[in-house]
């Protein structure tokens, strides 16, 4: 597999995102639904943001490496949440684990109205190997 990262600027390099990913060679590709807050019963997190942060990331990662990819290898991360604010209060977790694996990938991050239950934020990616 081949990556080759687009960034016509430098101001992203900042905020742990790059503006585009091309993967060539690609030999499989895996499409990872929402990860958010939940616990392994199913159970939707009442704690803040920072915890929700970290609980759906740690989510995300045993999503990736049960399936037998790298979580270095993520080419596509959205995020969405229902208080941007508050995301970005703490979005030094979010850019520690990006850094921690190495990744560059595209990032999009949306503001909705609600998530499931009391969730707060949900991780949705792409990977490849």
């Known amino acids: 597999m081949?990556?080759?990262?687009?960034?016509?600027?430098?101001?992203?390099?900042?905020?742990?995102?790059?503006?585009?990913?091309?993967?060539?060679?690609?030999?499989?590709?895996?499409?990872?639904?929402?990860?958010?807050?939940?616990?392994?019963?199913?159970?939707?997190?009442?704690a803040d943001m920072r915890i929700q942060i970290e609980k759906a990331l740690e989510n995300l990662e045993k999503v990736i490496l049960q399936a037998d990819f790298e979580v270095k290898n993520i080419v596509r991360l959205n995020v969405f949440t229902t208080e941007h604010s508050e995301l970005f209060k703490n979005f030094d977790v979010l850019q520690n684990w990006i850094s921690k694996h190495q990744m560059q990938q595209a990032t999009t991050v949306m503001e909705v109205k609600t998530l499931f239950e009391t969730l707060k934020v949900e991780f949705e990616a792409t990977v490849v190997k």
Do not use: C, F, H, M
């Open 2 to 46: 081949e990556k080759r990262v687009i960034n016509p600027w430098e101001w992203q390099d900042a905020r742990n995102y790059v503006q585009a990913v091309e993967v060539k060679n690609v030999q499989s590709t895996l499409y990872v639904s929402g990860q958010t807050a939940i616990d392994n019963y199913g159970i939707s997190s009442e």
